[in-house]
């Protein structure tokens, strides 16, 4: 099982970002996936989270109405879009493979993380 983030970077407060992740290894279509996050000296914080076949979204009450999850099974990749971006949504942002096929948030792999930085 391989989870391949990309799409981060150094972008200004107000602006916005697409994630993505791509998977190998493992039937996609078969697992509920999540994005999970971890700030400069702080802890993992979950951030969204998508069932096999999209129909049951979750976010983090301080996501909702900014960021959208999404995945295209076809493709086998997973997407974040991050609009309306702050200061403290700087982070390393983490890909996750879920153990079933709705969210359960127990996830068995994790991806290298990819970097977005929010700043002016």
């Known amino acids: 099982v391989q989870l391949v983030e990309s799409g981060g970077g150094l972008v200004q407060p107000g602006g916005s970002l697409r994630l993505s992740c791509a998977a190998f290894g493992f039937t996609f279509g078969d697992y509920a996936m999540s994005w999970v996050r971890q700030a400069p000296g702080k802890g993992l914080e979950w951030v969204s989270a998508i069932s096999w076949n999209g129909g049951n979204i979750y976010y983090a009450e301080s996501m909702k109405g900014r960021f959208t999850i999404a995945r295209d099974n076809a493709k086998n990749t997973l997407y974040l879009q991050m609009n309306s971006l702050k200061s403290e949504d700087t982070a390393v942002y983490y890909c996750?493979?879920?153990?079933?096929?709705?969210?359960?948030?127990?996830?068995?792999?994790w991806g290298q993380g990819t970097q977005v930085t929010v700043s002016s």
């Open positions: 996750a493979k879920d153990t079933e096929y709705v969210p359960k948030l127990s996830c068995d792999y």
